[in-house]
C-alpha cells in the first residue's frame, strides 16, 4: 500500500513540474537595472590630494558607480582646510572630472572675510580652486550686506568675486 502511495505521489509530482515549467527561451522582463559599485553610510569623501588643500565631503550617504554617473552623496557637509566649510542637501562628484556639483540648499561659508554664499546649485573645480554658478546666488558680508545676483564666479583664496547680472543689493568698492 505504502509502495503504491509513494508512486502515486511521484506521478503527481512529475505531472504538475511538467505542467508548471515555462519555456527556457522566454524570458519574464524585469527591467535593466543598474546596481552601483559601493554604497556607504556616514562616510568621508576626499576630492583632491592633501598637498593641493583638497575638498572632505561627510555625508549620510555615499553612492559610488563606475559608469558615467560618478559618485553621488546625500545630506553632505563640506570643508577645505580653514578656507571655507558648508553643507549641501546633494552632491555629484564626476568621475571623467575633479568637479563636484553641490545642489539643494547650499551653503558656503568664506572663513577669512566672514562670507555667507547660498544657492540651489554651484561647482566646485578642484583644478581651478574655484566656484561656479549660472544660477541666483545670495551673498552676505559686513555687518548684514546681502547681495542677489545671477551668475557667480568665486576664487576665495584670490578674494576674486565676480556677479554676471546683479538682481539685488549693491557693491561698491
Sequence with gaps: ??????AYLLLVALILSVSCSRNASST????????PDMVMADALYVLGQPE??????????????????????????FERSDEFSGSCTNAVI????????????????????DITIMTQSIVWDQDTESFTCD???????????????????AKFDEGLYEFAQILEGRMSE
Excluded: C
Design 28 to 35: 519574464i522582463p524585469i527591467g535593466e537595472q543598474e546596481l
Design 94 to 113: 564626476r568621475s571623467d572630472s575633479r568637479h563636484a556639483v553641490l545642489s539643494g540648499d547650499v551653503l558656503i561659508h568664506q572663513n577669512a572675510d
Design 135 to 153: 544660477g541666483e546666488v545670495t551673498m552676505q558680508y559686513g555687518q548684514g550686506t546681502t547681495l542677489k545676483a545671477l551668475g557667480f564666479y
Design 1 to 6: 500500500m505504502k509502495a503504491k502511495r509513494m
Design 52 to 77: 593641493e588643500k583638497p575638498l572632505s565631503l561627510k555625508a549620510q550617504k555615499i553612492t559610488i558607480w563606475s559608469s558615467q554617473r560618478g559618485t553621488m552623496l546625500e545630506n553632505v557637509s
